[in-house]
Every structure is written in structure tokens, then in C-alpha cells.
């Protein structure tokens, strides 16, 4: 599966389309479908935006760990595609989804922009709703 | 004004709260404001972010043009701060704004995010509301 998707052809023209940055990135926006709240700001490689498309489901490409990351992995919050959309540059994607779980950041809350700009400071603005610890446990 | 902005101080904590990429960027997500409608991802210098903070509108910096950029200096299509929010990594900024003229592409179109994943092709989704000729006609 994985092994085709550098392989230029007919339908990998979408992919080329994208305007992949020096470390082989997009910026991905992720957006609520249903409310419109957006989520968070990620990155996808070219494997994870294709995997992304046949799986349905958010698939980044994890910065710090260096690896494809399937959304929900572990806390099982996946992000169901309803919509991939691509900017006018074609180096932004937003994606609309269904956030399983309603919570899409890790510290429990819904939203990862959860600090508001406040007087000169950043304001914590969102509640949690689930205990970190409660999502990642085994 | 700028030249305080790279000065240490006690007002400018929230500046140094933000994770600056290696060319001292950070990327930001545009939103209207009362649609909810993504308009657009560009990026913010510390300077651009101090401005739009200070100015209470959108100032990005323009990687193209390796200057900043005041969103709407020539069409008009400024973008009024209502909201400045900062993600869990303090890598990512969300900004809520009110869009004036409605358009916020330099297509002339809402929002940059016009085209949409269609059977394995981007199809572009959204109409053109105001002719970019029109828009950068001086």
C-alpha cells in the first residue's frame, strides 16, 4: 500500500499537486465539521495525506517523534474525514472532520487553542474535559 | 514601536511564550470570526504578531516577499482582530477575525481553501465573488 505511494502515476496527480515544503510537509488545519471549532494545527508528509484519503481518518506526520501518527492511536479520539480542502498556494490543507470523543487535544480538552490573548498574556480559556491520564491509560 | 519589539521586557513575555520555527516563524490559522469559515493559513513574525496585537488587524509576514504583510494594505480586505488564541505546543496561533469586503483570497474568492478532494482530484468548490482585477486596481 505505502510502497506505491511515491511511485508516480495517473492517480497520484492530487498528491503532486501539493506544495510539499523543504522537510516534505503541509500544514494542516483541522476543523470540527459539525461546529465549526477548529481543533488543531498539524502536519502531513505525502504518505500521511494519501493514507489520510484511504482511511478516512486523520493521519499525520508526528514532528517530534519523527513518524506517521493515525490520529486516536491511543486516546482513541480518531478525526473522521467529511472533507479535504486545499488553499489557493496548494501549501495549506484544512480538513473538516467528525472528532471522535469530542476531544481533539491531548491535554483533555476539545481544542488544542485553548489560550486566549488577554491583557498581554495567555489566558486559559477552555476546560478539560477528560483527565490526560484517563485517555492514555492502557 | 518596532524597534522595542526584539527588546526583552516585561510586556513582551507573551511574545516569548511562542515557539518560533527556525526562521522565526510561527504559523496561524485565520478565521471569520462570526461564520467560522477558515479563510485562510499565512504566517507571523514575532514582529508581525506584536503589530497585530498593537494594530488590532492581521499583519503577516509574507515568506514570498520576505517583508511583512498588512492584509488588506492594497485591497482593501483588512482583517479586524477579534480573538487571538495559542495552541497546546505553543507552536500555532488561531486568529478570529472579522473580514472585511467578505474576501479574503487574493483570488477574490472567500476563503483560500476553494478547492475541495473529489474522487481523487481538486475540484475547485467555491465561487469567485469580485474579479482580482478589480480588487488590485489601483
Partial sequence: MSSSINQPGEN???LDAVKWNSDG???????????GTVLTQAWMSREALS???EEAR????????????????ESGHQ????????????D????????????????GRVRCFYRRLENGQWVTSDP??????KIYKK
Avoid: M, N
Fill in 12 to 14: 497520484q496527480a492530487w
Fill in 128 to 133: 478539560v474535559i477528560k483527565d490526560p491520564e
Fill in 79 to 90: 478525526q473522521i474525514i467529511k472533507e479535504i480542502l486545499l488553499d489557493c498556494d496548494s
Fill in 25 to 35: 510537509l503541509v500544514p494542516v488545519i483541522t476543523q470540527d465539521f459539525e461546529t
Fill in 51 to 53: 493514507l489520510t484519503q
Fill in 92 to 107: 495549506a490543507l484544512l480538513i473538516r472532520v467528525e472528532q471522535i470523543g469530542g476531544i481533539a487535544c491531548h491535554t
Fill in 58 to 73: 486523520a493521519v499525520y506526520w508526528s514532528r517530534s517523534r519523527q513518524k506517521l501518527w493515525r490520529k486516536g492511536e
